[in-house]
């Protein structure tokens, strides 16, 4: 599923729309300091049930930063 994520310099997430395959990209709008970056995510399909498809996304917020160097999902540090 392709992502527009909203994240400060270090890659924290603040924000996250997903669009399904075939419909336009999300368009978010960053406050002052962060940017957005447009992600494919495949672990995340927008087949199946939509709570499910909602429990992936949060985890996505919850436990991944976005990688400021190769525009890609890193988890987060403990």
Known sequence: MRVSVVHDEQGFISALAAS???APV???VPQAGERVTE?????VSADGDPQEIVGRLTDVVENYRVDTDTRSLAPKQA
């Open 26 to 28: 999300a368009s978010l």
């Open 39 to 43: 992600l494919d995510v495949p672990e």
């Open 20 to 22: 399904p395959p075939g």
